[in-house]
Structure formats: C-alpha cells, structure tokens
Nanobody, 124 residues
Framework: QLRLVESGGGLVEPGGTLRLSCTAS????????IQWFRQGSEKSHLGISC???????WYANAVRGRFTISRDTAQNTVYLQMNNLKSEDAGIYSC??????????????????WGQGTQVTVSK
C-alpha cells in the first residue's frame, strides 16, 4: 500500500514559521520526485516546491527565499520549512509523488500519489 500523509499545518500570524511533513509508507520516498502543492481560494493546486529523486529543488517565485524543501531518507519524509509566512501562503498543502527515474527534474510531471493535505492558515 502506497501512502502519503501530510502534517504540520496550523494557524500562524504573518511572519510566523511552520514546518510541513510529507511522510511516505509502502514505498521508498527517496526514489520519487516529490512536490508540494497549495490549494487556496482559487481551488486549484499550485506548485509550491519540489525535490527530485536526485536532490534538485525548485521553488515558486512567491516562496523562493522563504521556503526550503528537504528530504530525510531515514524518516522517509520530505519537509517544507516555511519562514516569514504571508497571508497569501494560506491554503491546503498537499504533497505528491511520482516514480520517473528517467526524469532529472521534478517540474512538469504528473504526480501519481497524493496525500490528503494539511491546512495552513495565516492570520493576525
């Protein structure tokens, strides 16, 4: 059984910090490309950050310099460290995974496995 479970969301004030976790079970996350998505008021899933199976990373312009994606192989978990949170960062954060060893980038891929998401609320 292949599963992804997100955690770490919550309510923070602007400028606050959260660390989201995407934990995999039933497969080795290290072999997959992983991407964090945000579903905000627009109801669509926007790519926020991703990390490839080889360790290359990408960030959306809106979060670059504030967010950091990382992988802990021993914990089979990908983290999204979110610093200096802004109101526009609010939404449901989900992680997706795809096994595509021939791809050397985590961008422009169709992600096969998804978690249920974790809510991030940014409010004064």
């Amino acid at each position: 059984q292949l599963r992804l479970v997100e955690s770490g969301g919550g309510l923070v004030e602007p400028g606050g910090t959260l660390r989201l976790s995407c934990t995999a079970s039933g497969f080795t996350l290290d072999s997959y490309h992983i991407q964090w998505f945000r579903q905000g008021s627009e109801k669509s899933h926007l790519g926020i950050s991703c990390i490839s199976s080889s360790g290359d990373t990408w960030y959306a312009n809106a979060v670059r310099g504030r967010f950091t994606i990382s992988r802990d192989t021993a914990q089979n978990t990908v983290y999204l460290q979110m610093n200096n949170l802004k109101s526009e960062d609010a939404g449901i954060y989900s992680c997706g995974a795809v096994l595509r060893p021939e791809a050397n980038t985590c961008r422009g891929l169709d992600y096969d496995y998804w978690g249920q998401g974790t809510q991030v609320t940014v409010s004064k």
